[in-house]
């Protein structure tokens, strides 16, 4: 007799365990076993690793693959079972691993490839081959392609989070934690009478009294200092949206700024451009765009030029704010010489446009609408056997479900964002097909991004610093896991899994706008390592930076205003203290935009930090190398990070590895 020593490991996963009778079938190159029960109940419990012996009567040569079913015991019901993986060790001495990580809930036979990456053109066993399709149009049926708003990226198709499978789904703990924060944190300010008050702010105590609910170190340092020029211009470099400033080689012809309206320390405008010292932030996607009405008032949002200047001691001070686009006599250009208000009123009223540009560009088209056509295609399109899956799918997790119940609870008809901010409603779907149509894929590969801008020699910007020696370090990795298995370009041009993939992100993702720059199709070697490598720094990296400070920067509402409700001023000496009051969204409208970032701030108790793979999908010990020396590479990435802190009056976590989360999970 041939015996086959089978090791079945189940997920450590509230619920995973099954009280039905579980079946295994293994299938070789030479013949297969008997469809065989595995005896004992307590082997299929929440993290069990049990082992249980096949025989046949004679060796079935290499395994291909296993089948696994579960059959129902009498007066117990159909449940739902969380195998991780399978090891077979056959009795010529080889291991063989089968990854699974999927919940299984029917009692249909299900089928799991032996670990051995494979692309098509490898997978020369026909039942492998089989397999291969057989899951592929599984996969097609279960994941298709939603159009939510014309001329925005694709999504997934979906009734609701609940009709999502299983294997895309929260934990019970993650979801258990995300309702709890949903609640308490709007619960709390529902207890002091605040979610319902549609009034304005009569002063800025009443403001702090509810900042005080929630807080962070960080907050309470913006709370302090967020009146500061100097902490102003901090904000572009390592605040939420480190994505707008570039350097200023000559100013735009709508921002008439002079040499007379500016003081840089006896040197003229032209001579710091020269010496690129001048900065400007353009947001210029915002103009026209109508502004919401939000209980019942008229909300305004502008689409303000920032100059900003590098001085001599590495500050970046903001020089000149115009609030509009198209200059006029009532667009006036303030200054820092201006009244106090007058120039803190400029400053709030960039201040809420930078939140709308943050909020729908930077954070979600760039992060989890992208993260999600990403994840489509590649579920789609690339098997679990294929090694694009193996490295990719790991940071596909939640982003799914996150993304479904934002368009439900965020920028549905009834959202959060849709009621409560400046650009909700109708222009928030104009500034993200504006967005989108302007996107290029050269924007989204950071060393790429910050040559074009112009930004590689400004001090202290973390956000840069970190983000090209996270980029690097990924990009390292996706080279020695990818080269290992495409050899030649000639293999990149004949996977078709591979095709189908890009091309699908290329159509749903990009709208096929060629303009974008997105690759349409992979010649190369190189080229599917950099796609790759902006795919993965997108999903953890570049989302995290841009939403994991959002409470951090934005709970203290003056300095990041969800909406404001009186226009600018047009005319300067007439602003107040009052007139700031006035200005800033009423209290209902102040706590609800509190309580949502509170909410996309929070990381769950299963977060997954950055390059730790739970899930055994690669079994090749080069590629399991490889990820070992990517972890060593991230750790000591952490220790820098973590020692420029310490000397830092404010510290950029953002890019640390061990603070952020492989996917885009929140």
């Known amino acids: 007799m041939a015996n086959y020593e089978v090791t079945l490991f189940v997920g450590n996963l509230a619920c995973a365990n099954t009280f039905n009778n579980i079946f295994i079938k293994l299938v070789g190159t030479d013949g297969e076993s008997e469809h065989e029960w595995l005896m004992g109940a307590s082997s299929f419990t929440s993290g069990a690793v049990s082992s249980f012996t096949v025989s046949c009567p004679v060796s079935i040569g290499k395994l291909v693959l296993i089948e696994l079913d579960k059959q129902c015991l009498p007066l117990f019901p159909e449940d739902s079972w969380y195998p991780a993986k399978v090891e077979v060790k056959s009795p010529e001495g080889d291991t063989y691993n089968f990854p699974i990580y999927r919940w299984v809930k029917d009692c249909k036979v299900h089928s799991f490839r032996e670990g051995t990456a494979l692309r098509i053109f490898e997978d020369n066993h026909h039942l492998g081959r089989y397999s291969r399709q057989k899951e592929l149009k599984q996969r097609e049926k279960a994941y298709r392609w939603d159009v939510y708003v014309e001329g925005m990226p694709h999504c997934m198709k979906a009734e609701s989070p609940l009709s999502l499978p299983c294997e895309i789904q929260f934990s019970f703990t993650k979801t258990t934690e995300f309702l709890y924060t949903a609640s308490t944190g709007l619960t709390e300010l529902q207890l002091k009478g605040l979610a319902d008050r549609k009034e304005k702010w009569t002063n800025i105590d009443d403001v702090n009294r509810v900042f005080c609910c929630k807080r962070t170190d960080i907050s309470d340092y913006v709370q302090k200092h967020w009146k500061e020029d100097a902490f102003f211009g901090y904000q572009y470099l390592n605040g939420v949206n480190p994505m707008l400033i570039r350097r200023c080689s000559a100013l735009p012809d709508n921002f008439p700024v002079t040499d007379d309206m500016i003081f840089i320390r006896g040197f003229s405008l032209r001579n710091e451009m020269e010496k690129g010292n001048i900065f400007l932030c353009d947001y210029k996607g915002l103009d026209g765009v109508k502004a919401n009405t939000i209980n019942g008032k008229k909300q305004y949002l502008m689409a303000p030029l920032v100059l900003l200047h590098r001085t001599p001691d590495d500050k970046l001070m903001p020089i000149a704010i ?14 820092p010489t201006d009244f106090e208000y007058d120039w803190l009123m400029a400053k709030i009223f960039v201040r809420s446009a930078d939140f709308s540009e943050h909020q729908l560009n930077v954070h979600l088209l760039r992060t989890h609408l992208l993260a999600e056509v990403f994840a489509v295609a590649l579920l789609r399109n690339v098997p679990m056997v294929h090694p694009l899956y193996k490295l990719l799918i790991p940071h596909t997790r939640y982003t799914l479900q996150i993304n479904q119940l934002a368009r439900l609870a965020l920028i549905s008809k009834t959202g959060v964002f849709t009621q409560f901010a400046a650009s909700g409603g109708e222009g928030m779907m104009t500034i993200l097909k504006r967005s989108l149509s302007s996107m290029t894929y050269s924007s989204l590969c950071i060393p790429d991004d910050i040559a074009e801008r112009g930004v590689e020699a400004v001090p202290n910007f973390y956000y840069r610093d970190d983000g090209l020696k996270l980029w690097d370090i990924i990009q390292r990795f996706v080279h020695g896991v990818l080269s290992f ?43 599917l390592i950099k796609f790759v490598t902006m795919v993965i720094f997108t999903c953890s990296g570049q989302h995290s930076a841009v939403n994991a400070g959002q409470y951090d920067y934005g709970g203290w509402m003056p300095n990041n205003p969800i909406s404001l409700q009186l226009p600018p001023p047009t005319t300067k000496g007439k602003t107040s203290e009052a007139t700031m009051l006035q200005t800033f969204p009423d209290v209902n409208t102040t706590v609800q935009g509190m309580a949502t970032l509170w909410l996309l701030s929070k990381r769950s108790s299963d977060f997954v930090p950055f390059g730790q793979y739970p899930e055994d999908h690669f079994s090749e010990k080069i590629p399991c190398k490889l990820i070992k020396d990517f972890q060593r590479e991230l750790d000591v990435l952490s220790g820098v990070i973590n020692a420029r802190n310490k000397r830092l009056e404010v510290p950029y976590t953002y890019m640390d590895p061990t603070e952020l989360e492989n996917s885009v999970a929140i």
């Not at 298995?485 to 709208?511: R, T």
């Open 485 to 527: 298995y495409y050899k030649n370009d000639d293999e990149v041009k004949k996977d078709s899994e591979l095709q189908k993939w890009i091309s699908d992100i290329f159509e749903h993702g990009f709208l096929s706008q060629e303009h974008t720059g997105i690759p349409q199709r992979f010649t190369t070697v190189a080229e």
């Open 322 to 335: 115009q609030l509009k686009q198209t200059p006029a006599e009532d667009n006036p250009i303030f200054l």
